[in-house]
């Protein structure tokens, strides 16, 4: 590929003009495409989500390919984004053993046999839950259905409607197309919708919301009446459409996220008239998967009080002991090195992040202003040591400094939180981006440090507070 291709091609990567590549390189004659160009093409419809038409790409180049680590982990992103895991573990191992150095791939590599371990159990789950199945049985016998519902004004104005006659189930399974489980139209002919007494389901694998369970809001009734109901406003075809949740079922239950999960029945293995098993689906996690239960009244008898789970305290101490003593990623560290300008720079980092614990009861970032303030820092410490960062640098790098930061780190973070930080930046004239750079204007960094230093000195006197209260 001529330098001034490459060179343009690479701008436009970092600027996120993915289609504007497709669309330069689709009009040069396919016989007159190098490798380079086709691996360009293939990487750009990754970027597109259009993971079919990139492994279309890499076929073309595939005996080319056959020592380069970087085709083998972008065949690898591939597979890892249309979830065949087990395919991405196999050519993610290969990048890796070409280049044992490549972090990208044997970080991808770990969460592909992560997640396929994590189908096959959950297959196996199935698989055993179905041959044990007792066929005859009557719904929820011998299960006091009158104390299983929580009584509020919260969930008869949101949740409850009419039990649903017969005419109203069989209309609502043609909008559907699905038939609805014997066991689930049970229990809404007792109670159509509402909030159950315990809202926790234990889990085998960590989800958005904990390592150990997930939470329900509320059981979607059968109907179109409320906004909770399954074809309600909020309902299974809303969060499916407007939410991009899998078509593979039915959303049967809202969770505490506000819609960044769902519980769902899932049909892929019965087919649209059989018994579906019940899944968790995480869209914080490009809608991860996980197993619930084999079925509807399984997972009915296995929601669980919330305060079997209540760690909050502790997790609390736990975080504040971290923002307060953790050791810096080395990231961060080295960050905070070339920052000289500032003085006690650490300190004023931990004093912010101890305000979010204890505002927050945990340690992590979200959309409010000392999340932004903290966003804010992060980009100004790292521009300033790398001036010329693209926007594509600083997202692949930013977890690298406090979301997966070691001791003083989250374990985790919202990738959508980010980006939409940086762009509301942008939008602002906070950050200015000049032939693919990005940087603060001078004015924003001066106000970042500023408030840094302000949000800090108010931690602390605090802190200092407290410490007083509790001595008297």
């Known amino acids: 590929m001529e330098q001034e291709l490459s060179a343009q091609i690479m701008q436009w990567h970092e600027e996120e003009e993915h289609q504007q590549i497709v669309d330069t390189l689709m009009k040069i004659p396919s016989v007159v495409r190098d490798y380079d160009m086709i691996s360009s093409m293939g990487r750009a419809y990754n970027n597109l989500s259009l993971y079919d038409k990139a492994l279309e790409q890499f076929a073309l180049i595939a005996e080319q390919g056959?020592?380069?680590?970087?085709?083998?982990?972008?065949?690898?992103?591939?597979?890892?984004?249309?979830?065949?895991y087990e395919d991405a573990a196999g050519v993610l191992s290969t990048a890796l053993e070409l280049d044992p150095g490549d972090q990208h791939s044997a970080?991808?590599?770990?969460?592909?046999?992560?997640?396929?371990?994590?189908?096959?159990?959950?297959?196996?789950?199935?698989?055993?839950?179905?041959?044990?199945?007792?066929?005859?049985?009557?719904?929820?016998?011998?299960?006091?259905?009158?104390?299983?519902?929580?009584d509020s004004n919260y969930a008869r104005e949101q949740y409850v409607s009419d039990p649903p006659t017969d005419e109203l189930i069989s209309s609502i399974e043609e909008e559907l197309g699905y038939k609805l489980p014997a066991a689930y139209i049970a229990l809404m002919k007792h109670q159509n919708g509402g909030i159950p007494q315990h809202t926790s389901f234990p889990t085998d694998e960590a989800t958005s919301w904990a390592e150990d369970h997930i939470a329900i809001t509320g059981i979607m009734g059968i109907g179109r009446d409320k906004s909770y109901s399954?074809?309600?406003?909020?309902?299974?075809?809303?969060?499916?459409?407007?939410?991009?949740?899998?078509?593979?079922?039915?959303?049967?239950?809202d969770c505490p996220s506000a819609g960044h999960d769902v519980v769902m029945l899932d049909y892929r293995h019965c087919g649209k008239d059989g018994e579906p098993s019940v899944i968790h689906v995480d869209q914080e996690d490009d809608?991860?998967?996980?197993?619930?239960?084999?079925?509807?009244?399984?997972?009915?008898?296995?929601?669980?009080?919330?305060?079997?789970?209540?760690?909050?305290?502790?997790?609390k101490e736990n975080d504040l002991r971290k923002v307060a003593v953790g050791k810096f990623s080395p990231l961060l560290t080295e960050l905070c090195g070339h920052a000289s300008e500032v003085d006690g720079l650490a300190s004023k980092i931990?004093?912010?992040?101890?305000?979010?614990v204890q505002e927050k009861g945990h340690f992590s970032f979200h959309a409010d202003e000392r999340?932004?303030?903290?966003?804010?820092?992060?980009?100004?410490?790292?521009?300033?040591?790398?001036?010329?960062t693209s926007r594509q640098q600083y997202?692949?790098?930013?977890?690298?400094?406090?979301?997966?930061?070691?001791e003083f780190g989250q374990g985790g973070y919202a990738p959508g939180f980010i980006s939409d930080w940086l762009d509301g930046?942008?939008?602002?004239?906070?950050?200015?981006?000049?032939?693919?750079?990005?940087r603060f204007t001078d004015e924003a960094r001066s106000a970042v440090i500023a408030k840094l230093s302000a949000e800090a000195e108010a931690a602390q006197a605090l802190a200092a507070a407290e410490e007083t209260k509790d001595m008297s």
């Open 66 to 84: 056959k020592n380069d680590p970087l085709w083998y982990f972008r065949v690898g992103y591939s597979y890892y984004y249309m979830k065949r």
């Open 107 to 150: 970080r991808l590599l770990d969460w592909s046999q992560s997640k396929w371990k994590k189908q096959q159990n959950a297959e196996s789950r199935y698989r055993l839950s179905q041959q044990q199945k007792d066929q005859g049985a009557i719904p929820f016998e011998g299960m006091d259905l009158d104390s299983f519902w929580e």
């Open 230 to 253: 399954i074809c309600g406003d909020l309902g299974s075809p809303f969060m499916i459409e407007e939410w991009g949740y899998p078509d593979i079922g039915v959303v049967i239950c």
């Open 287 to 315: 809608y991860e998967i996980t197993f619930l239960a084999p079925d509807f009244e399984t997972f009915i008898r296995g929601l669980v009080s919330d305060e079997e789970y209540d760690t909050s305290e502790e997790d």
């Open 350 to 356: 931990r004093s912010v992040c101890t305000r979010i």
């Open 371 to 388: 999340s932004h303030l903290m966003y804010d820092v992060q980009f100004w410490l790292y521009t300033n040591a790398f001036p010329t």
């Open 395 to 406: 997202l692949d790098t930013y977890d690298q400094m406090i979301a997966f930061g070691g």
């Open 425 to 438: 930046r942008i939008g602002e004239g906070l950050i200015v981006q000049e032939n693919g750079v990005l």
